[in-house]
């Protein structure tokens, strides 16, 4: 994503390892980028709408779902935590957060993969005037802003939602 930022904003085409970066590595490094949150956030969303869901939350509203996100987002992306007294022993929460981790965990391989494959595929080209050295501070720079905007961009305004909302129910009693 980085490499493909660089190249819209000098106005070139991508190059990454001497290999144009074309919509097909896009779409699959957009696929890796989307596929865990969705799973999560899809996961969240069932466990909050049914009833069985539900029945292991310690608080309801705003905290609840903060407890669902939070235990589905540990699920997929790291080592499978939940808030103090969310009930994630059931059925339902044990079923949805295995396949968060099958998903969110595994999927991100195949479109890795994919990428890999189509850029050994190409043949390699010389660098060009447009083309951003991969090895220098601004190229560090740049990826670490891309992933702190995606990352911010993919769960902080869910994650948001719960104590903003909790906040304003406070403020109103």
């Known amino acids: 994503m980085a490499v493909f930022v660089a190249g819209l904003m000098v106005g070139r085409t991508p ?3 001497g290999k144009k970066i ?3 590595e896009m779409k699959m490094a957009s696929l890796a980028i989307l596929v865990p949150p969705a799973v999560v956030l ?3 969303a069932l466990t909050v709408v049914l009833p069985s869901g539900v029945a292991g939350m310690q608080d309801g509203g705003p905290h609840g779902l903060s407890e669902v996100l939070y235990a589905y987002s540990s699920m997929g992306n790291n080592n499978g935590s939940a808030f103090a007294g969310y009930g994630a022993d059931t059925p339902l929460v044990n079923t949805l957060g295995g ?3 099958l998903f969110a ?3 991100v391989a195949i479109p890795a993969l994919a990428i890999a494959g189509s850029l050994a595929a190409k043949k390699r080209l010389e660098p060009g005037p447009g083309t951003m050295p991969t090895h220098g501070p601004l ?3 740049l990826l670490a802003g891309v992933v702190l905007v995606v990352g911010a961009l993919t769960f902080v305004p869910a994650l948001a939602l719960g104590p903003v909302a909790e906040h304003f129910l406070m403020m109103g009693s």
Request: hydrophobic share 55%.
């Open 99 to 101: 396949l968060c981790m």
């Open 42 to 44: 899809v996961a969240t």
């Open 139 to 141: 190229f560090v720079l």
């Open 22 to 24: 074309e919509p097909f």
């Open 15 to 17: 190059e990454y390892l």
């Open 105 to 107: 965990r595994y999927w």
